[in-house]
T-cell receptor
Framework: SQTIHQWPATLVQPVGSPLSLECTVE??????LYWYRQAAGRGLQLLFY??????ISSEVPQNLSASRPQDRQFILSSKKLLLSDSGFYLC???????????FGSGTQLSVL | AQSVTQLGSHVSVSEGALVLLRCNYS??????LFWYVQYPNQGLQLLLK??????LVKGINGFEAEFKKSETSFHLTKPSAHMSDAAEYFC????????????FGQGTTLQVKP
């Protein structure tokens, strides 16, 4: 099965600072990759998904961007963090359509 | 467009009691439906999945869910709650495009009292 490595586990950043969260996948090739954000009391919101290297789809307009430089690497970035970017960020991977998602352990981001 | 509504952000049951977590969906195409569980400070794990086969789906840890098209529901149940079931539970429906992306509900926190 797939294993999702996500780091760091926690991160505290000042407003206006840059962000880079990295996610790597083991145990599969050419996965679909996802970034979700879980804000308190708001469930999971899909931010980005990718079906291949260099292919990124954004689900909601925001201060964040994503990149997929390698098949099993997915990066979430921001040039200038906002307070509203605080939340729990989850990377996920799946094989083909409607296969289950494998989730990483998440990054708790606090923007102060 | 697809959406999921989970009724009740918090559910509290006694150990040994029935667990019922409610989920209603909206989908313009036959849906694929999922229940995930999240333990504190962890990612999500798949409990069970409905893919248009049997309407009663059995998952891990004694959980099951029944797909009812007429009610557009996919409620999660477990006959007898354990303390270890305390977690947050998410219902999800598959997206309409061929990307596998899921639309999640708001989540329900399950508390199990001794």
């Amino acid at each position: 099965s797939q294993t999702i490595h996500q780091w760091p586990a926690t991160l505290v950043q000042p407003v206006g600072s840059p962000l880079s969260l990295e996610c790597t996948v083991e145990g599969t090739s050419n996965p679909n990759l996802y970034w979700y954000r879980q804000a308190a009391g708001r469930g999971l919101q899909l931010l980005f998904y990718s079906v291949g290297i260099g292919q990124i789809s954004s689900e909601v307009p925001q201060n964040l961007s994503a990149s997929r430089p390698q098949d099993r690497q997915f990066i979430l970035s921001s040039k200038k963090l906002l307070l509203s970017d605080s939340g729990f960020y989850l990377c996920a991977s799946s094989g083909t359509f409607n296969e289950k998602l494998f989730f990483g352990s998440g990054t708790q981001l606090s923007v102060l | 467009a697809q959406s999921v509504t989970q009724l009740g952000s918090h559910v509290s049951v006694s150990e040994g009691a029935l667990v019922l977590l409610r989920c209603n969906y909206s989908s313009s195409v036959p849906p694929y439906l999922f229940w995930y569980v999240q333990y504190p400070n962890q990612g999500l794990q798949l409990l069970l999945k409905y893919t248009s086969a049997a309407t009663l789906v059995k998952g891990i840890n004694g959980f099951e869910a029944e797909f009812k098209k007429s009610e557009t529901s996919f409620h999660l149940t477990k006959p007898s709650a354990h303390m270890s079931d305390a977690a947050e539970y998410f219902c999800a429906v598959s997206g309409s495009s061929n990307t596998g992306k899921l639309i999640f509900g708001q989540g329900t926190t399950l508390q199990v009292k001794p």
